[in-house]
């Protein structure tokens, strides 16, 4: 008796002390997926990837574009400004071949270390070392081997390149995956079966950053903690409270109410119907440099013929297709560059016109409904659905048939690999907002991820390389250019959009920077 | 005693089924399309990365001996570890479980008693109003899919009402779950003298509950309704009748007795699979639960917690079946194992 008394007064104490809402210095994000699997150095979820950037540092960073300075109402970064982290200072020797980093003295860790050149040294090793790590990234950047990392002394590091690489200092600032470990806290977590911490570092935090972890409770929540010792100041932002919503129309009613400070992820529809009106809600549309892809097969006719490809490319709804499908959240795809990056060039000379597209594949050779196409797409995409439904229409009026290809994204994961499909649909969105970078990525013919039509041309190749190694600016645009015109001319992959990402957030938040991929800091971010 | 024996030789009953179980998962698992050290490798892998990654997965084994590596951790304790998070699938499937198993019981619990009162009055009152009533809200209970009176449920009750939490979860935004020791949060807190914790967690139970019982009550009502009807009409119960018994013991003592025992089969049936399968629920109601996470698995071919969840799924058939045999031999005498 006295026991369900006690209980049932602790209740009615419990429902009096009753908070709903967060504390003050709180910042609540309301997330679509599982935030788990959080070792920099091989995570490849969004949300791992995003508790990672706040809770460890890079060596370098990039400039601020301040709100009212940038064209989209908020502010971004500055990607041709690179500004230092745990990097004080960099320089360049031997024409571009060796990068020396001059770190940081003086930074202490949350665990107490002080931050040397053997985190950064161990941080690479655990890049290269651990099976599920992409020691390719390394490679991309110009590391060809772990010899060629050279510890001068405690605050000084050493690269030595292959060649002058464009990609490997915006890596660094960029990239999640090159952040910088506590490397003395680390090595106290590690076995023999796990000799670089792997096992560890997937549940726990060796942080280097403004945040450490506080709390973490499986599949629902992970709070992270503003550590006062920061050696950038103290974080504006007391504590960051991820919570797990995976329907996203809670997620969007969530957002509304103000019961969360912000959410991501949000669909092109439900922003546009749900969010873009609603008293209490800032939307900010900011274009991409994610590219939505229609991938043509080169290697088999009848898209070995370029004419064909050409055809195809006149076929394309483009305005229908941003309108409708994106819901205006899109923009014209101008050059395989994205308009956003340097050295775009306006080079697409495709625009929606049926007429040519038929004189094309006359010319070609074929007559109306003698080509039939697949289209594959991943079956859990609503918008790559609705584009193949446009597209299906667009390519009968013109006379080529197309046969709806729906794939598990299992299954299409692994004809991408194999690159087995006749056309298909992707989304893209390079990590590095580099030129050099994307046009490698998806058109070299060496290049393992992206280049999803199997295209290879020996004179684009050489172009690339030989940018890629190009020390003079303007030798490096002019290739770039070239590049660009050639692959309008040969369109193996139609671009079709690039779409807007949409930042979705509570009015009174101030501070956020846009970042190209798409991750958000939270130490310089305050609730007004 | 007898009884006890009977329950033993069905716990071991669980062996071949895991056996049986295990071998068909593992290998229905790897026919499913895809390539799982593609997934892992992620995006921009290289295939060198790949073909490192299904060595390090043992992928390129033949599959039998994958099968057999993988009977030998379990013996070891080790049910293997998820590609997405890293973490050992045993601890992440515990960690789920009570989430499901709280949310499913406590519906469950108020669903049958709810349902089986409503379902002996329709029957008593057969024809009548009520029972038409009762009926038609029983067909839209089934009828209802989850996923839209979940819906319909958070809109009004949460975002226009404002009486209902925000749909984040077992517990509030500001409350520390309480101090672990089931994984039950209502029962720890109670265990922890913690109210905060005991309020949030009933109060984040609340909705998802409510849309969990009408879909469970709805075919609760029907089933007692139908199997009280057959009973009230059996011979015994108008001699019992005749006799001049009270109504109303001849009703709870002789009737409904009889009228559980396919009431019960059907419950055992529906905890069973609401345990691991109320998927559609966990994922309105961002309940960290085990259905939802299994299916997130399947998805990613993460076949370890896949397997790790179909065992268990069985052994919890295996058990709750059990159950309802004893309380089958417990309500009727006839029954003898």
Redesign the interface.
Same mark, same amino acid.
């Given at each position: 008796m006295k026991r369900s008394a006690?209980?049932l007064?602790? !209740? !009615?104490? &419990? !429902?009096a !002390?009753? @908070? $709903?809402? @967060?504390?003050a210095g709180?910042f609540?994000v @309301?997330v679509g997926a #599982?935030l #788990? &699997?959080w070792?920099p150095h091989?995570a =490849?979820?969004f949300q791992a990837n995003e508790i990672n950037w706040n809770t460890y540092d890079r060596l370098l960073t990039f400039e601020t574009i301040p709100a009212d300075e940038s064209p989209y109402g908020v502010a971004m970064i500055d990607s041709t400004k690179l500004k230092g982290m745990l990097a004080e200072s960099w320089e360049l020797q031997e024409d571009g071949k060796v990068v020396v980093f001059h770190l940081r003295e003086g930074v202490i860790f949350p665990s107490g270390n002080e931050f040397t050149s053997e985190d950064v040294r161990y941080s690479i090793e655990r890049k290269w070392e651990i $099976?599920?790590a992409?020691?390719? =990234?390394l490679n991309v950047m110009g590391l060809s081997t772990l010899d060629n990392m050279v510890v001068v002394d405690d605050y000084t590091i050493k690269f030595i390149l292959d060649s002058p690489n464009a990609i490997f200092l915006p890596g660094w600032a960029f990239l999640s995956t090159m952040s910088i470990v506590d490397a003395a806290e680390l090595k106290k977590h590690v076995t023999a079966d796990d000799p670089y911490g792997?096992?560890y570092l997937?549940?726990n935090i060796a942080p280097t950053g403004p945040y450490v972890l506080e709390?973490y409770? $499986? &599949?629902?929540?992970v709070i992270l903690k503003a550590y006062e010792g920061y050696w950038d100041g103290v974080p504006k932002t007391d504590r960051i =409270?991820y919570?797990?919503? $995976?329907?996203e129309?809670?997620r969007v009613?969530?957002l509304?109410?103000g019961?969360v400070d912000m959410s991501y992820f949000i669909s092109a529809e439900q922003v546009s119907s749900q969010l873009m009106d609603a008293p209490g809600v800032d939307v900010f549309s900011i274009p991409t440099a994610g590219s939505q892809y229609f991938n043509l097969q080169t290697t088999r006719e009848p898209l070995y013929n370029v004419l064909v490809r050409r055809a195809i490319a006149y076929a394309v709804p483009y305005d229908d297709l941003i309108e409708n499908v994106m819901y205006g959240f899109a923009s014209r795809a101008t050059s395989p560059v994205p308009t956003l990056t340097a050295y775009h060039k306006d080079v697409y000379p495709y625009d929606y016109n049926p007429t040519m597209a038929r004189d094309l594949l006359a010319q070609a050779g074929y007559g109306p409904g003698e080509i039939t196409l697949t289209l594959s797409y991943r079956l859990?995409n609503p918008d790559e659905e609705a584009l193949a439904i446009y597209l299906k229409d667009a390519l009968e009026d013109v006379g080529i048939n197309v046969v709806i290809d729906k794939v598990?994204?299992?299954?299409f994961? #692994?004809m991408r &690999?194999a690159q087995d499909y006749e056309t298909s649909l992707l989304f893209w969105i390079p990590?590095v907002n580099n030129p050099i970078y994307q046009l490698s990525y998806g058109y070299h013919s060496a290049s393992?991820?992206?280049n999803y039509g199997r295209y290879s041309s020996a004179t684009f190749d050489a172009m690339l390389d030989a940018a890629k190694a190009e020390t003079d600016p303007v030798k490096q645009e002019g290739l770039v250019n070239a590049m660009q015109e050639l692959i309008a001319g040969e369109v193996p992959i139609i671009l079709l959009y690039h779409p807007n990402r949409q930042i979705t957030m509570r009015d009174n938040v101030e501070g956020y920077v846009y970042w190209t991929n798409f991750l958000v800091r939270y130490d310089a971010i305050t609730k007004n | 005693m007898r009884l006890l024996f009977f329950v033993i030789r069905r716990l071991l009953q669980l062996i071949p089924v895991l056996i049986g179980v295990s071998i068909i998962t593992f290998a229905t698992a790897r026919l499913l399309p895809g390539n799982a050290a593609i997934m892992a490798a992620g995006p921009l892998a290289s295939p060198e990365d790949i073909a490192r990654l299904e060595t390090h997965m043992k992928l390129d084994r033949p599959v039998w001996e994958q099968y057999f590596s993988y009977v030998n951790d379990i013996f070891h304790g080790d049910f293997g570890k998820s590609w997405r998070t890293g973490r050992p699938v045993l601890t992440e499937l515990m960690e789920h479980f009570p989430a499901s198993f709280e949310l499913v019981t406590f519906s469950l619990f108020i669903a049958i008693l709810i349902g089986v009162p409503l379902g002996v009055v329709a029957a008593i009152r057969q024809g009548s109003r009520t029972d038409q009533l009762l009926r038609a809200l029983s067909v839209g209970g089934i009828s209802i899919p989850v996923f839209w009176s979940g819906l319909v449920a958070i809109f009004v009750f949460y975002y226009i009402l404002k009486i209902a939490p925000a749909p984040i979860g077992r517990i509030g935004f500001s409350v520390r779950p309480p101090t672990h020791i089931t994984g039950f949060y209502v029962l720890d807190s109670i265990l922890t003298l913690n109210g905060q914790a005991l309020a949030s967690s009933l109060y984040q139970m609340a909705l998802p509950s409510l849309t969990l019982i009408i879909a469970m009550m709805s075919p609760i009502v029907r089933i007692t309704r139908s199997s009280m009807l057959d009973v009230l009409n059996e011979d015994y119960i108008r001699s019992a009748k005749a006799s001049g018994l009270k109504r109303r013991v001849v009703l709870y003592r002789d009737a409904l007795k009889n009228a559980l025992l396919p009431v019960i089969t059907l419950i055992g049936g529906y905890y069973g699979y609401s345990l691991g399968g109320e998927v559609l629920v966990e994922q309105i109601f961002s309940w960290p639960g085990m259905g939802r996470y299994s299916v997130e698995a399947i998805f990613n071919l993460d076949y370890a917690p896949v397997q790790a969840f179909v065992m268990l799924t069985a052994v919890l058939y295996v058990a709750i079946y059990t159950i309802v045999d004893v309380l089958y031999a417990v309500i009727d005498p006839r029954i003898r194992y």
């Open positions: 006690t209980v007064l602790s !209740l !009615l104490v &419990g !429902l !002390l009753f @908070a $709903p809402m @967060a504390l709180d609540t @309301a #599982e #788990e &699997g070792d091989t =490849i979820f $099976p599920t992409s020691r390719w =990234i792997h096992d997937n549940l709390s409770v $499986p &599949g629902s929540e =409270i919570k797990v919503v $995976p329907e129309s809670n009613l969530l509304k109410s019961d859990d598990a994204s299992t299954r994961s #692994e &690999g990590y393992g991820c992206c | -």
